[in-house]
């Protein structure tokens, strides 16, 4: 067994997590399409799109988890959106609604977020 076997994932940085959310909402209309049709298909291709837009060797296997842990922890702690688990974020992609408690985690992440969705859609 080689030592980076024994090591832990990397943390995801800042800049990995916005690429992450950008891209999901910059793809979200596919990742919808996909996920409506069949869940399961649905989050399997959000994951491959997103780990390849976050490169630095991001497995979709990690972007799942990176998705559920974003919503365990800034997304909503009560109402029905709360008992979807991350099904949501699939949905409708990483704004306030989905994930309202995200600047708790990364201050002014929501509105980078909605700054680099107003110069895409320029």
Same mark, same amino acid.
């Given at each position: 067994?080689?030592?980076?076997? *024994?090591?832990? $994932? !990397? @943390?995801? +940085?800042?800049?990995? #997590?916005?690429?992450?959310?950008?891209? =999901?909402?910059?793809?979200?209309?596919?990742?919808?399409?996909?996920?409506?049709?069949?869940?399961?298909?649905? /989050?399997?291709?959000?994951?491959? /799109? =997103?780990?390849?837009? #976050?490169? *630095?060797? !991001?497995?979709?296997?990690? /972007? !799942?988890?990176? #998705?559920?842990? =974003?919503?365990?922890?800034?997304?909503?702690?009560?109402?029905?959106?709360?008992?979807?688990?991350?099904?949501? #974020?699939?949905? +409708?992609?990483?704004?306030?609604?989905?994930?309202?408690? &995200?600047?708790?985690?990364? $201050?002014?992440? &929501?509105? !980078?977020?909605?700054?680099?969705? @107003?110069?895409?859609? @320029?």
């Amino acid at each position: 067994m080689s030592s980076s076997d *024994n090591q832990r $994932p !990397r @943390k995801y +940085t800042e800049e990995e #997590i916005f690429t992450l959310l950008c891209s =999901l909402n910059t793809h979200i209309d596919d990742i919808r399409k996909e996920f409506e049709a069949d869940k399961k298909s649905g /989050v399997a291709y959000a994951s491959h /799109v =997103l780990s390849k837009a #976050i490169g *630095n060797d !991001r497995t979709p296997a990690s /972007v !799942r988890a990176k #998705i559920d842990h =974003l919503w365990r922890e800034a997304g909503p702690s009560n109402g029905m959106d709360a008992k979807q688990h991350a099904d949501l #974020i699939y949905l +409708t992609g990483a704004w306030t609604r989905t994930l309202p408690s &995200l600047d708790a985690l990364y $201050p002014d992440m &929501l509105e !980078r977020i909605a700054s680099a969705s @107003k110069s895409q859609n @320029k």
